[in-house]
């Protein structure tokens, strides 16, 4: 199982970033995928999943309205579109997928939103 985040960066308060998952070693398409955060200091958080179809998300409240996850099972890609971005957003982002009862996380990409 192989997870390769990327697509992160600097940016503004305010900005956007479009982070991106790439998935290998497993039938992506019939598993959730999800997407957590961990900044400095704190404990890594969930903040989007979706389901294997693509029908069903969730977000909790601290990202509700500004990202939204996506994925196209032809590519094996899982998406998170983060808009609105603000300070606190920074952190290192983590694709993790759960197979078989265990955890898979990629290697991560920095977001860090400053200006």
């Known amino acids: 199982v192989q997870l390769v985040e990327s697509g992160g960066g600097l940016v503004q308060p305010g900005?956007?970033?479009r982070l991106s998952c790439v998935a290998s070693g497993f039938t992506f398409?019939?598993?959730t995928m999800n997407w957590y955060r961990q900044a400095p200091g704190k404990e890594r958080e969930l903040v989007a999943a979706i389901g294997s179809a693509g029908s069903t998300t969730y977000y909790p409240d601290s990202v509700k309205g500004?990202?939204?996850i996506s994925r196209d099972n032809a590519k094996n890609t899982v998406l998170l579109q983060m808009n609105s971005l603000k300070p606190e957003d920074t952190a290192v982002y983590y694709c993790k997928v759960r197979l078989g009862g265990m955890d898979y996380w990629?290697?991560?990409t920095l977001v860090t939103v400053s200006s």
Request: hydrophobic residues 15%; proline residues 0%.
């Open 15 to 17: 900005g956007s970033l």
């Open 29 to 31: 398409s019939r598993y």
């Open 66 to 68: 500004r990202f939204t």
């Open 106 to 108: 990629g290697k991560g």
